[in-house]
């Protein structure tokens, strides 16, 4: 037996298998077992990823004690069940963004997370992208100066795509659209950069998708800093994955290829940051160094586990970015009146007798 | 004599000096006459430019009968005066954007039009530059398929360095800051590639500027045709114009150096447009050909002067993207409700008795 943490991937799709790869990729964390209701599905991710154990029943899977950790992949509207079922068997848990698909879940699971006092992580792992943590660091030691635009858009062809055999199809199983599938990563990246999201005016349309959801969504974000964000996110066109930063000292221009990412450890390679000094015109390209979110996340989530490291994107960071899409949708409604995030969140709180 | 359009240029600052240059490039329309109330600076504009002659006043100038047009730089809050003054004294009127900082000087400007008959251009020159003009024959010609989300910004670091020896500081002065003098060109730009806007939702701020004018802004624009609009514009980082249209079959994403527009024969060198197919992720260059839009909007204006050309921006183009700045402004008061264009538009109406 190694001294690896010993966690188990539970939901074993498309996404379990690139964050497998991920945890793979070092040496901190070991997929000790696994689950999926398919049995087969099981049987075939135990040999592609050389998994000597996997439980028959979820239950099985939460009462063996050597399992520090699970993995939560299953589809977004089973998150606040399977999370809170592993939460109460004592396993940390570390779940796909989003977090959930409404507050009401959201809040769900953050109590539970705080009634446990489980370890707890969700994956909004673009923030640890070379070209945001790049930004992180330029806006920490005043390089940046001031940020008072920062524009953000995550688009691409989904939503023309889009059939009744697919889940993102659907109102009720992905409500949001665009929004809750890619323009939920710039939520959380834009607040990890800027600080807490105060409130959010936005329209969201659907215009070309023959689904039932938007395809078309601007949001405005205003920051408790007083600095104001952009997020543009659509589902009819090519894909984009851009984020500027304008400052009082510099701009921050940073471009990526996200068809490329699921290999995290290259996915830097096909991006690039540039800058562009106060009363200038041209523009440097800026050295990233490399990163590999899904590696990092996951080992990070590992090492919390045993009490050696401290989760970067919790509970509270998970709600504050699906609250962002919530309140844009909020906004929509109310023809883009800006929503407070609190209120939002707050609406969406359960009474502690509801257990 | 020549048979060149004779036109006259009226405030003869920086501004008027670039038009002039543009203007003789051609060989379509003589600077036959001008007039400043600056006997002084009107003697070196004289010299600089080869007028043969120049008016001691205003009415000297629109009573002389050969002059055909006047070209107007003067400040923006006189253009109302001495817009309708040339109106009605018979000339063909050119006048720098904005038409007039607020919504009823538009409208009474553009009433005079109307009873005079009168040929009117306004100078929202940025939709001639080239990477625009591809953009207009990508959307007509189907290339595009149909655009869901368009996003402009036009900032730059001008707030950071207002003084009140600049009336560009004072709210009655530039009231909107960053957007009268930036984003309105975006606003015209926008409704040139994808017609009229229905609402404009906004955020507008001052962070950072020691003036009394907002330095930065972000609007939503919602077009009739569904799709959704974005502008940025800020004064309080380094350069930015750029815009990115998102389409069912390919994006565009055009980026422009404009600190060397003022050339404007030049502009183009300094852009780049990119294109992007649906279903890829690269990316191609677009050839743009060579254009001159302060030299085709003065030739333009001289020949429809004489009936032979029609007026591309007039009155309506320029109202409308006014509107724009101005629903924004009040959207940004009403914390963020949409605020329809029209409304703005009709709210600042005078009644006909006021004439």
């Known amino acids: 037996m190694t001294d690896k943490v010993r966690l188990a991937p539970v939901g074993l799709g498309r996404w379990a298998r690139v964050l497998a790869r991920g945890a793979q990729r070092g040496d901190t964390v070991e997929l000790y077992s696994c689950f999926s209701r398919d049995a087969a599905k099981r049987e075939a991710f135990q040999r592609e990823f050389g998994i000597e154990r996997g439980a028959a029943t979820y239950e099985e899977l939460l009462a063996d004690p050597m399992i520090e950790g699970v993995i939560i992949t299953t589809p977004n509207d089973t998150h606040k069940d399977v999370i809170i079922q592993a939460l109460e068997a004592g396993k940390a848990v570390y779940t796909d963004k989003p977090i959930a698909h409404t507050l009401e879940d959201a809040n769900r699971i953050a109590a539970a997370v705080r009634d446990t006092g489980a370890v707890f992580a969700v994956g909004h792992s673009s923030r640890r992208l070379s070209g945001h943590r790049e930004m992180k660091r330029w806006i920490t030691d005043g390089r ?87 997020i543009g996110t659509g589902w009819a066109s090519p894909g984009v994955y851009r984020m500027n930063l304008l400052g009082t000292k510099a701009n921050l221009m940073y471009d990526l290829d996200f068809t490329h990412w699921d290999e995290s450890h290259l996915a830097d390679d096909w991006s690039t940051l540039e800058s562009q000094y106060y009363g200038e015109s041209e523009r440097q390209s800026v050295d990233l160094p490399r990163t590999d979110m899904f590696r990092e996340q996951l080992e990070e989530f590992g090492l919390a586990a045993r009490g050696q490291a401290t989760v970067e994107v919790g509970a509270d960071e998970a709600v504050r970015a699906l609250a962002v899409v919530r309140a844009a949708i909020e906004s929509s409604k109310r023809n883009g009146e800006a929503v407070p995030l609190q209120e939002v969140i707050d609406n969406a709180q359960v009474s502690p007798a509801v257990s």
């Open 144 to 230: 940046l100066g001031e940020v008072s635009l920062a524009e953000a858009n995550f688009s691409n062809e989904r939503g023309l795509e889009l059939t009744p055999q697919t889940w993102r199809y659907y109102a009720d199983k992905s409500p949001g659209g665009a929004f809750i599938q890619l323009g939920v990563h710039h939520a959380d990246t834009l607040q990890y950069l800027l600080g807490p999201v105060k409130s959010v005016t936005a329209h969201a349309r659907k215009l070309y998708t023959k689904s039932e959801v938007p395809d078309a969504i601007m949001a405005i974000l205003e920051f408790e800093s007083g600095a104001l964000g952009y």
